[in-house]
């Protein structure tokens, strides 16, 4: 069995407790706020401990929940984010159904991942690999919500990549 494939299986089993047997560190977290009411805590790691922007490093990005929302509700706002970055429709509507397909309803308390190695895009519900999309667009669309210079939420981008004290 191939590297990737052992790292699949460890990550399918317990996402959380592995993160160390595969040498990730954090490299930032943010809370995501709506005038009052908070609505996710993020965590992004690294191999190295650094984001390196338009590179293929393995990531992992983990979106805690502080509230309810539903799956329908969650492809409208990434689909909202992905019109904010200006992307055309035709650069991610071949993704929708199959976001669909996987993305559960959301409840306070659960949580969202993505696991990115140099092969695929890996999704988990409360540590539970719930899909797969293999395709490197994907993986920088989706993480382009959060980690691009031209994000929605600037703040939350710099916290998340490590800058916000610096």
């Known amino acids: ?90 650069d991610y509507e071949a993704f929708i159904p199959r976001l669909k397909s996987i993305w559960p309803n959301i409840s306070a308390g659960d949580s969202l991942t993505l696991y990115r190695n140099s092969q695929t895009t890996e999704f988990y519900f409360n540590n539970t690999n719930i899909g797969v999309i293999d395709n490197e667009q994907f993986y920088q669309l989706f993480l382009a919500i959060w980690l691009s210079p031209d994000t929605s939420e600037p703040e939350l981008r710099q916290s998340l990549i490590g800058a916000a004290s610096k």
């Open 1 to 90: 069995m191939g590297a990737a494939k052992q790292v699949t299986k460890l990550l399918q089993q317990q996402l959380p407790e592995v993160l160390d047997t595969l040498a990730f560190n954090k490299v930032g977290s943010a809370k995501f706020s709506v005038l009052f009411w908070d609505i996710y805590n993020s965590h992004l790691f690294t191999k190295s401990g650094r984001y390196e922007e338009n590179t293929n490093q393995d990531v992992i990005f983990k979106i805690e929940y502080l509230k309810d929302i539903s799956a329908d509700e969650l492809i409208k706002r990434t689909v909202e984010q992905w019109q904010h970055l200006n992307y055309k429709k035709s």
